[in-house]
T-cell receptor, first 114, second 111 residues
Framework: GDSVTQTEGPVTVSESESLIINCTYS????????LFWYVRYPGEGLQLLLK?????QKGSSRGFEATYNKETTSFHLQKASVQESDSAVYYC???????????FGAGTQLIVIP | GPKVLQIPSHQIIDMGQMVTLNCDPV?????FYWYKQILGQQMEFLVN????????KSKLFKDQFSVERPDGSYFTLKIQPTALEDSAVYFC?????????FGEGSRLIVV
């Protein structure tokens, strides 16, 4: 089936350290997968962080990057230097079906220690 | 950015009663969705809706669930009757194409 697996949280990182949150996907019924990272900051709703719809491309936003790797079916989220304000829950999601349905990973809570 | 509003943010309801969750989607969006997240679990797709019709639904979308958007007003999820296992946060989303915009969720507690 179609599914997403991501790093189990919580992930704790000190401010200014680097971060990677792993995401792998399985897209058996989606011909052209689209990949997304969504984020939920404390007390706020889910919002789009970045998306990539073409294999081999990289998306970036707010210092975060993720590369759509079709060979390894991965879409890992990285940041070179995290800030305390990055503390949130990050969700990797798989889309690309005609009707826009998304398959979410379980979410990874990131805790950045000042 | 575009905002999706959900009303109510929280509701406690007796098992067997009816509940309606309301969603005010982004104004020019065409596709509407409901997702369900049980505490500690993944966010799961329930249903999507386009042009006045349910286009796709998951096995979580039980017969007691229904959705509608009468006259372009709120996009609603109705559960009648509610069951204990319906306790969850329900997220509404809307999209124009491939990017979904989510509301902050409606937390439903069935007692």
């Amino acid at each position: 089936g179609d599914s997403v697996t991501q790093t189990e949280g919580p992930v704790t990182v000190s401010e200014s350290e680097s971060l990677i949150i792993n995401c792998t996907y399985s897209a058996t019924s989606i011909a052209y997968p689209n990949l997304f990272w969504y984020v939920r900051y404390p007390g706020e709703g889910l919002q789009l962080l970045l998306k990539v719809i073409t294999a081999g491309q990289k998306g970036s936003s707010r210092g975060f990057e993720a590369t759509y790797n079709k060979e390894t079916t991965s879409f890992h989220l990285q940041k070179a230097s995290v800030q305390e304000s990055d503390s949130a829950v990050y969700y990797c999601a798989l889309g690309g079906s005609a009707l826009g349905r998304l398959h979410f990973g379980a979410g990874t809570q990131l805790i950045v220690i000042p | 950015g575009p905002k999706v509003l959900q009303i109510p943010s929280h509701q406690i309801i007796d098992m067997g009663q009816m509940v309606t969750l309301n969603c005010d989607p982004v104004s020019n969006h065409l596709y509407f969705y409901w997702y369900k997240q049980i505490l500690g679990q993944q966010m799961e797709f329930l249903v999507n809706f386009y042009n006045g019709k349910v286009m796709e639904k998951s096995k979580l979308f039980k017969d007691q669930f229904s959705v509608e958007r009468p006259d372009g007003s709120y996009f609603t999820l109705k559960i009648q009757p509610t069951a204990l296992e319906d306790s969850a946060v329900y997220f509404c989303a809307s999209s124009l194409r491939d990017t979904l915009y989510f509301g902050e969720g409606s937390r439903l507690i069935v007692v």
